[in-house]
C-alpha cells in the first residue's frame, strides 16, 4: 500500500464527519421511539419495524464509511464493517421482538403475534426484508470471503430467514398468489425470497457443522430449516417440492444420527483418565 496524501486524508476525514452527524441524529430518533415504546406498549409493534428500519439506514451509513476508506485511503475498516454487522443483528432482534424467532412451527404457535401487525401493507413487509437482506450481504461483501467472521455470517443469514418468513401475511398468502389483487408482485417476491433464504440457511448450517464445528446443533438448525421451507411448500400446495424437501430431511437425519451414534462410541472407547 502506498502512501497516503494529506489530501486524501483530509477528504476522508472531512466525510467521515458528515456522516456521522447523520448517524448521531439516526440515533438520536432510535432513542425517541424506544421511549415511545416505553410510554405506549400497545403500539409498540409498529414502533419495532420503524426501529428495525432506521437501524438499516444506520448500517448503510456504516457500510458507506468503508467504502469511503477504501476509496480515499486503499484501507478496509473493519471496524465501521463491524458495526454494521451488529447493527444487522439489533434489527433482526427488533422483528423478532414482533414476528417471533420460530424456524419449523405451524402458523398457528405465532398467530397471534402476526395478527398484531395485520395492517402492515404486503409492499411495506417486502421492502423490509429486502432492505434487511441487502445489508446482511453488503456487510458479508465488505469483509470478504475470508474473514474471521465467515462461520458467524450463517446465523445472521439465518436469522434473517426466519423473520422474513414470519413477517409474511400467512392469513392472505394463499388468496394472494392471484395476479388481479393488487400488492401481488411484492407477495411473490416476497415468497420467493423466503423459499430461497430458508433453503439457503439449511445448505450454509449443514456445511457449517461438516466444514467448522462438527456441532450436532448446527445439524438440527440446518434440519429445522428443511422442515420451515417443507412447511411453506404444503402450504402453497406444492407437493413436489414439498415431497423432495421431506426426503432430505429423511436423508439427513439419518445422517445425524449416524455420526451422533459415531461421536458416542468414540467418546465410550476412549481410555478413562486416571488421576496420579
Known amino acids: 500500500m502506498g502512501k497516503i496524501s494529506s489530501e486524501a486524508r483530509r477528504h476522508y476525514l472531512e466525510k467521515v464527519k458528515e456522516y456521522k452527524q447523520v448517524l448521531d441524529t439516526i440515533l438520536k430518533r432510535e432513542k425517541y421511539l424506544l421511549s415511545l415504546v416505553e ?15 432506521e437501524n438499516l439506514d444506520l448500517t448503510s451509513y456504516y457500510i458507506l464509511l468503508n467504502q469511503v476508506s477504501v476509496a480515499l485511503l486503499s484501507i478496509k475498516n473493519e471496524n465501521y464493517l463491524n458495526e454494521a454487522r451488529k447493527i444487522c443483528y439489533k434489527s433482526i432482534i427488533y422483528l423478532e421482538d414482533v414476528v417471533t424467532n420460530f ?3 405451524p402458523y398457528s404457535d405465532y398467530k397471534d403475534r402476526a395478527d398484531e401487525i395485520a395492517g402492515l401493507e404486503d409492499e411495506k413487509r417486502y421492502e423490509l426484508v429486502k432492505k434487511l437482506g441487502f445489508s446482511i450481504n453488503a456487510v458479508e461483501d465488505g469483509f470478504g470471503a475470508n474473514s474471521k467472521w465467515k462461520w458467524s455470517f450463517v446465523e445472521l443469514e439465518a436469522r434473517f430467514a426466519t423473520v422474513a418468513k414470519n413477517i409474511l401475511n400467512m392469513r ?7 395476479p388481479r389483487i393488487p400488492g401481488y408482485e ?7 425470497l423466503v423459499k430461497e433464504s430458508l433453503l439457503k440457511a439449511a445448505d450454509r448450517y449443514r456445511e457449517k457443522y461438516e466444514l467448522s464445528t462438527l456441532r450436532l446443533d448446527d445439524f438440527k438448525l440446518a434440519i429445522s430449516y428443511l422442515g420451515a421451507a417443507r412447511r411453506l411448500f404444503a402450504l402453497l400446495g406444492d407437493a413436489e417440492n414439498a ?11 439419518q445422517k445425524m444420527e449416524a455420526d451422533d451414534k459415531r461421536i458416542a462410541k468414540k467418546i465410550s472407547t476412549q481410555p478413562a483418565h486416571r488421576e496420579t
Open 39 to 53: 410510554k405506549d406498549p400497545a403500539t409498540a409493534v409498529y414502533k419495532k419495524i420503524a426501529l428495525a428500519d
Open 103 to 105: 424456524i419449523d412451527v
Open 172 to 178: 392472505t398468502l394463499v388468496s394472494g398468489m392471484d
Open 186 to 192: 411484492a407477495r411473490l417476491k416476497h415468497l420467493n
Open 243 to 253: 415431497e423432495t424437501t421431506k426426503k432430505k430431511i429423511e436423508v439427513w437425519s
